[in-house]
């Protein structure tokens, strides 16, 4: 009774309900945030899939027969067993790669014997020329693979044609890139880029690669090296584009100091500063990408550092003409120094789903009346049951060394013929190479091998597969022999083997977010000459193995890898006295995303 007369005096002195006073603090009323991060997220998804039009590559293009190229997008660089540029090399068979010690340090890949004259190297259409100290050849090592969005290796007889490519992002919504990555001797890679593209055209692209490498082998070899990359453009349409870009290098790679005093100089240091810059603009009026197109270039390469200044301009234009079935392209670059003019023509024809021809033809102008001339041609058929022969042939006359004055011209007689079987399951080829006599040139930064013996006509068996008996295993390697004679600067039954182990464990991560890489490889060669000591007498390389493991895990855009080399810890080398480190591991994450 008391309960029930206290809340009838409490309901009465409230009064109706009506009148009571209202919340002073209506639902709702706190000032909203300064950024709708729900809409962002919303707008960034819808520029994710509008495209913008970029710059076309630029290269001599068009049909190929089969065998002839190994195209690396990005994708694929991301899941290569690679560090380095070097490593890319390596999936060609028959390029044994004289490894200077460990990450870091010259990687020069020797070619069916043709030494420093055994790849040539283009970036963005443009050849990338061999300056500084050394310059009979490009290292690819001091390359940044996190800036490059696709390779191509094109093969030839007795030469390898390496196409470099940077970003050509073709989304509306922003990319942005960021990487870190450690390992043993307390090595550091940072790497980071952005990249923006509007509607309207401007566009503007940046990025960076930094390495730091102290001593890994030796009594000294530490290594650092800064790379970065801008591009600017305005690509208003498919139809016509301008674009600026620089590409900055600054390696400090001290001397290799090792031998049985540790304090031998084994490999030169390389100090300085490289910077190529260019600016290209191109044309064409059918925007379906076929039809003719015009570029223009103009690039400058300088070098300073070591005691050496040089700057070598080129100016060019390329004019194309392709249809889903043919194509023709011509190049004509004037340049300042060395190659004083280079022509160059392609034809590809497809006149039939299994017949593929291509002709090239190459002019070199050099200073002291020399000059470079060579006809190739290739010819592919593709036969029932996944059968392809494809053939190749290089004749003409070459200037090896540019660089080096009294260099005179040599003679080309190279032929390939190549057989390969494709199924879903099983990629198999074999091939037979015949290489013309030649005087190679050794590689600048290994100071204990100056020279290379002549090379006598050679011929060469090669052999590559790839087996995948599972969705989730592959097993794949390929084989290098030269049958008739051994030239230096590489060994006999050289071959490279690997198996991996690739899933997304659909079953536990059905929306494919997770993916995982486990490889182990192995590299194994037998015993022959690397080189000749300043004596001429031939240097001696022992037949070695190496095993290297990798595994990579990616959820979504974030990957996480762990690299090791020479896991039985061999003191045996690709190049005498550069010993790589037992079971140096190198491991790290990256995170690419549209912003």
């Known amino acids: 009774?008391?309960?029930?007369?206290?809340?009838?005096?409490?309901?009465?002195?409230?009064?109706?309900?009506?009148?009571?006073?209202?919340?002073?603090?209506?639902?709702?009323?706190?000032?909203?945030?300064?950024?709708?991060?729900?809409?962002?997220?919303?707008?960034?998804?819808?520029?994710?899939?509008?495209?913008?039009?970029?710059?076309?590559?630029?290269?001599?293009?068009?049909?190929?027969?089969?065998?002839?190229?190994?195209?690396?997008?990005?994708?694929s660089l991301e899941w290569a067993t690679a560090e380095t540029l070097g490593d890319l090399l390596q999936r060609v068979p028959g390029v044994f790669l004289w490894r200077g010690g460990w990450i870091g340090r010259p990687e020069s890949p020797n070619y069916q014997g043709r030494g420093a004259a055994a790849v040539e190297y283009v970036l963005d259409g443009v050849p990338y020329l061999a300056v500084g100290p050394d310059s009979l050849s490009v290292d690819p090592s001091l390359f940044a693979l996190s800036l490059l969005d696709r390779v191509e290796i094109e093969r030839w007889p007795g030469l390898l044609r390496v196409y470099l490519f940077t970003s050509r992002h073709d989304r509306l919504a922003p990319r942005s890139r960021i990487a870190i990555a450690s390992g043993d001797r307390d090595i550091a890679r940072y790497q980071g880029s952005f990249e923006r593209r509007t509607q309207t055209g401007p566009?503007?692209?940046?990025?960076?690669?930094?390495?730091?490498?102290?001593?890994?082998?030796?009594?000294?070899?530490?290594?650092?090296?800064?790379?970065?990359?801008?591009?600017?453009g305005f690509v208003p349409h498919e139809g016509v584009g301008l674009q600026y870009q620089l590409m900055r290098l600054e390696p400090d790679r001290a001397a290799f100091l090792g031998g049985s005093t540790g304090t031998d100089t084994l490999g030169a240091g390389l100090t300085g500063q490289r910077s190529d810059v260019q600016i290209r603009g191109f044309w064409r009026p059918w925007r379906s990408g076929f039809g003719p197109r015009l570029d223009l270039v103009w690039a400058r390469t300088s070098w300073t550092g070591g005691g050496v200044e040089q700057e070598v301009s080129q100016l060019g234009a390329q004019a194309s003409w392709r249809t889903p079935t043919f194509s023709l392209a011509a190049s004509a670059f004037r340049r300042s120094d060395w190659v004083t003019v280079d022509l160059r023509a392609r034809?590809?024809?497809?006149?039939?789903?299994?017949?593929?021809?291509?002709?090239?033809?190459?002019?070199?102008?050099?200073?002291?009346?020399?000059?470079?001339?060579?006809?190739?041609?290739?010819?592919?058929?593709?036969?029932?049951?996944?059968l392809d022969v494809a053939g190749s042939a290089r004749v003409g006359t070459i200037i090896a060394t540019p660089a080096i004055f009294s260099d005179t011209a040599q003679t080309?007689?190279?032929?390939?013929?190549?057989?390969?079987?494709?199924?879903?399951?099983?990629?198999?080829?074999?091939?037979?190479?015949?290489?013309?006599?030649?005087?190679?040139?050794?590689?600048?930064?290994?100071?204990?091998?100056?020279?290379?013996?002549?090379?006598?006509?050679?011929?060469?068996?090669?052999?590559?597969?790839?087996?995948?008996?599972?969705?989730?295993?592959?097993?794949?390697?390929?084989?290098?022999?030269?049958?008739?004679?051994?030239?230096?600067?590489?060994?006999?039954?050289?071959?490279?083997?690997?198996?991996?182990?690739?899933?997304?464990?659909?079953?536990?991560?059905?929306?494919?977010i997770f993916d995982l890489k486990l490889q182990v490889s192995m590299e194994t060669w037998g015993t022959g000459v690397i080189g000749r000591d300043a004596t001429g007498a031939p240097i001696t390389l022992r037949g070695a193995t190496f095993f290297r493991n990798y595994l990579q895990m990616q959820f979504g855009s974030l990957s996480i890898y762990f690299d090791r080399v020479n896991l039985r810890g061999t003191r045996l080398t690709h190049v005498p006295g550069f010993t790589i480190p037992a079971f140096g591991s190198t491991f790290g994450v990256r995170w690419e995303f549209l912003n």
């Open 1 to 75: 009774m008391r309960s029930a007369a206290l809340l009838t005096l409490l309901l009465a002195g409230a009064g109706p309900l009506s009148a009571q006073v209202p919340d002073t603090l209506p639902p709702d009323s706190l000032r909203a945030d300064a950024v709708d991060e729900t809409a962002r997220f919303l707008a960034a998804q819808e520029q994710a899939v509008v495209r913008v039009p970029v710059m076309p590559r630029l290269a001599l293009d068009g049909p190929l027969p089969p065998m002839s190229r190994t195209v690396l997008g990005r994708d």
């Open 203 to 232: 566009a503007l692209a940046i990025g960076a690669d930094v390495l730091d490498a102290p001593t890994g082998s030796g009594a000294s070899s530490d290594f650092d090296r800064t790379q970065y990359w801008v591009q600017g």
């Open 347 to 386: 034809a590809g024809w497809a006149p039939a789903s299994g017949v593929s021809a291509s002709l090239e033809v190459v002019h070199h102008d050099h200073p002291g009346d020399r000059a470079t001339d060579w006809l190739g041609g290739r010819l592919g058929l593709r036969l029932p049951l996944g």
């Open 412 to 512: 080309l007689r190279d032929f390939q013929v190549m057989a390969g079987w494709h199924r879903r399951w099983l990629d198999a080829e074999v091939g037979w190479s015949r290489t013309s006599a030649f005087q190679p040139r050794g590689f600048q930064p290994y100071l204990r091998v100056p020279t290379l013996g002549p090379s006598p006509a050679t011929e060469w068996l090669t052999a590559s597969v790839r087996l995948s008996p599972l969705s989730w295993i592959t097993l794949e390697g390929w084989y290098s022999d030269p049958r008739t004679t051994l030239p230096d600067g590489l060994p006999p039954t050289h071959s490279l083997a690997s198996a991996t182990l690739r899933s997304k464990f659909l079953r536990t991560f059905p929306s494919g």
